[in-house]
């Protein structure tokens, strides 16, 4: 088949190697235009966009999904199908040029975590499992018909960096047999139960506090969650403290949610049910540093907010 990849982001990167050795020729890549990266540097181009270019393939640079030009560029290329790997919200008008159809791969088991943050809400809410899935787009976000999924297990300390670079690995591989597949005429197609619906939706500074007020277990599913980015905070004194990594401790209470309590093993905090263990901090202008170095370093009488 002829394919046009759309992608950005390294979770991208996988998937379009994988359909670079296959039987399956990619026409052209898209991505998102060049953009200053780092202090001061040079428009620098996405990783998928490097990518293909180290492949030989042509590219394209999407700036304006209901630009006219764009639209005409891809319809001149004739795509049999268009594959789209953690990329932008495409209009209707694109997604029906392809005479096959277009396809994405979303990093959750559809019609669950539906949106732009599936792997982290998946953590945060103390999922036991998640996976991929490989899904006809239509005009709604995540919507479509499904082609394949498979499962995997979230383990109990797996943050969200740990089950992007395995997922981006496992959703390749799935990929490219859906494509197959299609390819041969034997995809089974499954509807979504929209009732099922769960969302994923972008994460901001608000929606990534912690609230000590909540069980040990929710406070911990949190952290990991928002691990490695956009990560964890809380405040301490008048001080955005980020928390990287925890771990569950004692179930018992000692204060107040927020106090914090040193033992033998580190640095804890009360949580509602429980005491967390805090295992990795940053305070602004420093590096990462422990627990125990906090413990060391700084005024353990503070209340975290």
Do not use: W
């Given at each position: 088949m002829r394919i046009v990849f759309m992608?950005?982001?390294?979770?991208?990167?996988?998937?379009?190697?994988?359909?670079?050795?296959?039987?399956?020729?990619?026409?052209?890549?898209?991505?998102?235009?060049?953009?200053?990266?780092?202090?001061?540097g040079k428009p620098q181009p996405t990783v998928v966009k490097k990518k293909a270019v180290e492949l030989g393939y042509p590219t394209l640079d999407l700036e304006d999904p209901k630009s006219d030009v764009f639209k005409e560029k891809l319809?001149?290329?004739?795509?049999?199908?268009?594959?789209?790997?953690?990329?932008?919200?495409?209009?209707?008008?694109?997604?029906?040029?392809?005479?096959?159809?277009?396809?994405?791969?979303?990093a959750s088991l559809l019609p669950k975590y539906r949106g732009a943050a599936p792997i982290h809400w998946a953590i945060i809410n103390g999922e036991k499992e998640t996976g991929c899935t490989v899904f006809f787009l239509d005009e709604k976000v995540d919507t479509g018909e499904?082609?394949?999924?498979?499962?995997?297990?979230?383990?109990?300390?797996?943050?969200?960096?740990?089950?992007?670079?395995?997922?981006?690995?496992?959703?390749?591989?799935?990929?490219?047999?859906?494509?197959?597949?299609?390819?041969?005429?034997?995809?089974?197609?499954?509807?979504?139960n929209h009732e099922d619906a769960t969302p994923a939706p972008k994460l901001f500074n608000e929606n990534t506090k912690i609230d000590f007020s909540e069980s040990v277990e929710n406070v911990h599913n949190l952290i990991r969650g928002l691990n490695p980015f956009p990560t964890a905070w809380?405040?301490?004194?008048?001080?955005?403290?980020?928390?990287?990594?925890?771990?569950?401790?004692?179930?018992?209470?000692?204060?107040?949610?927020?106090?914090?309590?040193?033992?033998?093993?580190?640095?804890?905090?009360?949580?509602?049910?429980?005491l967390l263990q805090l295992k990795e901090l940053q305070l602004p202008g420093t590096k990462r540093f422990s627990g125990l170095d906090f413990m060391n370093g700084y005024d353990t009488s503070v209340v975290l907010k």
């Open positions: 992608g950005s982001p390294d979770f991208a990167i996988p998937s379009l190697e994988a359909i670079h050795n296959s039987d399956h020729k990619i026409i052209a890549v898209v991505s998102n235009p060049d953009k200053r990266r780092g202090r001061g319809k001149e290329l004739k795509p049999d199908l268009l594959v789209v790997v953690a990329f932008r919200i495409l209009p209707k008008d694109i997604l029906a040029i392809p005479t096959i159809g277009s396809i994405n791969l979303h499904i082609i394949g999924r498979f499962k995997t297990e979230i383990g109990p300390m797996e943050t969200t960096g740990d089950l992007y670079n395995r997922l981006k690995v496992k959703g390749a591989d799935l990929l490219k047999q859906c494509i197959d597949q299609i390819a041969e005429g034997n995809d089974q197609r499954m509807a979504q809380c405040m301490y004194d008048d001080k955005k403290l980020n928390v990287h990594r925890s771990k569950p401790g004692p179930m018992k209470k000692t204060g107040e949610p927020g106090e914090l309590v040193e033992l033998d093993e580190g640095l804890f905090v009360q949580c509602k049910d429980g």
